[in-house]
């Protein structure tokens, strides 16, 4: 098959996994930024992502590795790796070679936990992390629901996944909005803030969607975007919602899309129904979003119009995290 994508893996932020899900002593293997990984929690509760093979003889860390202290340990002859990727024990020889020692002998990535997720810092050239991601307070307050969480893998880009964001007139087509979103996209440095009013169809007490045209409540979106890899968005009608969406490239021609949803524990019942209505609606919206992005290509000079939406001013901005 031909590659639909000419283009390199962005650098940024990327959400790997749920911290609650890795576990002290915890080891996994990963398929991220077209490399094979290895993501572990060592004993004192630091999480750390690896290149997944031994700089020994080759074996995969993540089948079979196990945590030793703040080391993983090679399943093949027991070599020790710490989360920078420096060999700290080879158990049974009288000193650690000189090719591996005091050396990042397997690739390591700078790992942090926030809003709930554990991170990775992806650059092709190894550079140190050039901007951060928004700690967010509704995701670290007991006042807000456990996440509530959606995942796709599908063949497309990242560019293109936060396009559709820019893209006005799709919301007209693919999303059956009554009309254009009207709204402000602000683009500064890796940070692009969007606020949005549209008319959505109505949602009932039961939560169920109004589609026959005639209803429409008025909905604003507050869009916080940084990097590729990271947005948070809030939903306010009635009620608010609010969404972590999260990004991750496999490789250069598919992408890991999570959409992670929270709403204040205490409202009424109704609004709280109203609430998840919205959220089976925005996931119905990116399934009907998914069809278009797995066949469509990327033109480098489309023919746009004067109503399609900042996507010229999306796309430059989109240019800073090419290496
Ligand atoms: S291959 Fe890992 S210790 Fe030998
Ligand atoms: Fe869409």
């Given at each position: 098959m031909t590659k639909r994508y000419d283009k390199a893996i962005p650098f940024g932020w990327y959400a790997i996994d749920y911290s609650d899900s890795l576990k002290a002593g915890d080891v996994r293997p990963v398929e991220y930024f077209g490399r094979e990984l290895v993501l572990f929690r060592t004993e004192s509760g630091e999480a750390s992502l690896l290149g997944?093979?031994?700089?020994?003889?080759?074996?995969?860390?993540?089948?079979?590795g196990i945590v030793k202290g703040e080391s993983i340990s090679c399943p093949f002859h027991a070599w020790e790796f710490n989360g920078e990727g420096?060999?700290?024990?080879?158990?049974?020889?009288?000193r650690i070679p000189p090719k591996v020692?005091?050396?990042?002998c397997v690739p390591s990535y700078p790992v942090m936990e926030r809003n709930q997720m554990i991170w990775a810092w992806y650059h092709p050239k190894g550079e140190a992390p050039l901007f951060d991601i928004d700690d967010v307070p509704e995701l670290q307050s007991d006042e807000w629901t456990p996440l509530d969480t959606y995942d796709w893998k599908i063949n497309t880009i990242i560019q293109e996944t936060g396009e559709n964001a820019a893209d006005m007139a799709h919301f007209i087509t693919v999303h059956g909005n009554p009309g254009m979103p009207q709204g402000t996209v602000e683009m500064e440095g890796p940070r692009r803030v969007t606020d949005f009013d549209s008319e959505a169809q109505s949602i009932d007490e039961q939560g169920?969607?109004?589609?026959?045209?005639e209803n429409h409540d008025a909905i604003h979106l507050h869009s916080v975007g940084v990097g590729p890899g990271f947005t948070f968005q809030r939903f306010s009608r009635m009620f608010d919602v609010v969404m972590m969406g999260t990004v991750t490239p496999i490789n250069d021609q598919t992408v890991h899309l999570r959409f992670n949803f929270s709403v204040p524990r205490k409202q009424s019942e109704d609004n709280a129904m109203m609430a998840t209505g919205t959220v089976h609606e925005i996931v119905r919206q990116v399934e009907q979003d998914i069809p278009i992005w797995e066949h469509k290509v990327y033109l480098d000079d489309p023919a746009l119009?004067?109503?399609?939406?900042p996507i010229a001013k999306y796309r430059k901005w989109f240019q800073q995290f090419y290496a």
């Open positions: 997944a093979h031994c700089p020994h003889l080759g074996a995969h860390l993540g089948y079979g420096q060999c700290t024990s080879v158990p049974y020889a009288k020692e005091g050396k990042e169920n969607v109004d589609m026959s045209g119009c004067d109503g399609d939406g």
